[in-house]
């Protein structure tokens, strides 16, 4: 009997051993294909995405196949594309209908007998997945909005307000969304020119966006406070939401978010740290930078464009429209997403350990935020890409809803006593 446990032990750890070589052969495969994708060997990429695909133990995500089918399109493989998107579409219900429409990367397909019938699929899927999707007019343009939870539409619960992430809409946040407005309500949105939004041909500042946002929160009824919750370049918007009321915020959760607190100079501190000097730092980001910016003006769509140019804006500025005024008193969160992505070309330096001690100089400054705040909590997930989100989507709600409890919290402290 021991002998065959012992051998039975043996089989399984050897099992769970070639699981994880195969899984981490499968992830070194992606990661390949993303760096051929970025620099622009679309059919090599695509190659490594195949590979990557018949790995035994293949993790399938619906990204994984839509990128493909994107290295598939520029390579001009139209047979393989279409089959990466119709599957995504048919068996995993992708929703992304105002993305894949404007996809510059899929422009080549659009010509194709079978373009047409993909998109009514998506849109199909999107109408029945955000069944609560409606439109909102502001200044003459269509706005793109989302509601949910509206049962939970009371004056004693903050209202859960989403913020998407740079060009981004939000059908990323749906899981989350699902969860959170079984308790509260829920607003989400497209901002102009991003998914069936109309472009309001004004610049997508932080006050522009921030008093849109405002505007469309009252018309539907949802007062404050609000519980803001941001990705990426989102938190720009929320920051400047915090900013400028104050008085209205419930929270603030932060997601992998860019980054302002920073200042000028900042940006050397992390090439200073690795071992590179002043000369070689501005050559990288000198006359090849603003290069490499002009081109991505000219090739990517305008909505992408408009938002990029407001981020030089800001850093140039400081953030200082973000920071007019010190965070609110409630309760603050931060997530950190701590897996690293190897998706640019070798460069002069280690990149991944680069990237790491920029996030903890990045951490340490946020920490400094939360310092003075009862409340404040930093999240950091090691193996979560930049999209938590969607990666660890369970994190996100758990954040959510602890701030709600801290809000609870804050509420009944602040109660006067009889």
Known sequence: MKTTLFLLALLISATSLLAQQNHQKYDALIRKADSLYQVKDYKNSALAFSEAFNNPDAKLTMNHHYNAACSYALANNADSAFFHLNYISTFMNYTRYGHIKSDPDLKSLHMDSRWEPLIEIVKANKDKALANMDFITLN?????????????NQITKPVIVFENGMADTYARWKTVIDEVSKT????????????ESEDDSLPPTTEHIVNNLRKMLLEKGLKPPYLLVSHSF????????????????????????IDFTKKKGYGDLPYLEIGLT????DSIFGKPYDNFIEQLYEEMPGF???????????????????????????????????????TEPP???DKEKMWRINNNIQMKRWLELLYPLKYGKLFYCSNSSHLVQTDEPDLVIS???LALIDYDKIQKTNKPSR
């Open 304 to 342: 992408y464009v408009e938002e990029v140019k407001i981020s030089r804006q800001l850093t140039k500025t400081e953030f200082a429209e973000c920071n007019r005024n010190p965070l609110p008193d409630v309760p603050v969160h931060f997530i950190k997403a701590g897996g690293f992505t190897d």
């Open 184 to 195: 509260n309500a829920v607003f989400a949105y497209n901002r102009p020119r991003i998914g």
């Open 399 to 401: 954040s959510i809803k």
């Open 278 to 281: 002043q000369h070689q730092i």
């Open 140 to 152: 003459g343009f269509k706005v793109e909005v989302y509601t949910t939870g509206m049962k939970n």
């Open 347 to 349: 460069t002069i330096y």
């Open 234 to 257: 989102g938190g720009a918007y929320i920051r400047s939401f915090a900013s400028m009321f104050p008085q209205e915020i419930a929270g603030l959760i932060f997601i992998d978010p």
